[in-house]
């Protein structure tokens, strides 16, 4: 069974930095997609950041140069780095993860994702 844990959320000032971790457990794909998403209150739920199995990764324009999304294949862990937070930054941030195939690339879509974690919340106070 997959289970994916986030944590580092918390309350931060705006310029502020705060790095999210997710803890995968149970998810044995050779090739996959881990993502971040989030959402803000009375919003729908949008994509940060995605990363394949090879490495690759892609940020959403609004949070382009400010977050980065990484992985320790070795932790099982992925990190989204955000950098510069801004008050629009505030949300619930939830990890998600999907098998994949060799070669295929991975996108920021909501509909690609069966695995998702419970979120933590991030608050930048302006």
């Known amino acids: 069974q997959v289970h994916l844990v986030e944590s580092g959320g918390g309350s931060v000032q705006a310029g502020g930095s705060l790095r999210l971790s997710c803890a995968a457990s149970g998810f044995t794909a050779i090739y996959f997609c881990m993502a971040w998403f989030r959402q803000g209150s009375g919003e729908e739920r949008e994509g940060v950041g995605v990363?394949?199995?090879?490495?690759?990764?892609n940020t959403a324009d609004s949070v382009k140069g400010r977050f980065y999304i990484s992985k320790d294949n070795d932790r099982n862990t992925l990190y989204l780095q955000m950098n510069s937070l801004k008050p629009e930054d505030t949300a619930i941030y939830y990890c998600?993860?999907?098998?994949?195939?060799?070669?295929?690339?991975?996108?920021?879509?909501?509909?690609?994702?069966?695995?998702w974690g419970q979120g933590t919340q991030v608050n930048v106070s302006s």
């Open positions: 990363i394949a199995s090879n490495g690759m990764a």
């Open positions: 998600a993860a999907a098998p994949s195939y060799r070669g295929f690339p991975c996108r920021l879509a909501l509909s690609d994702f069966g695995f």
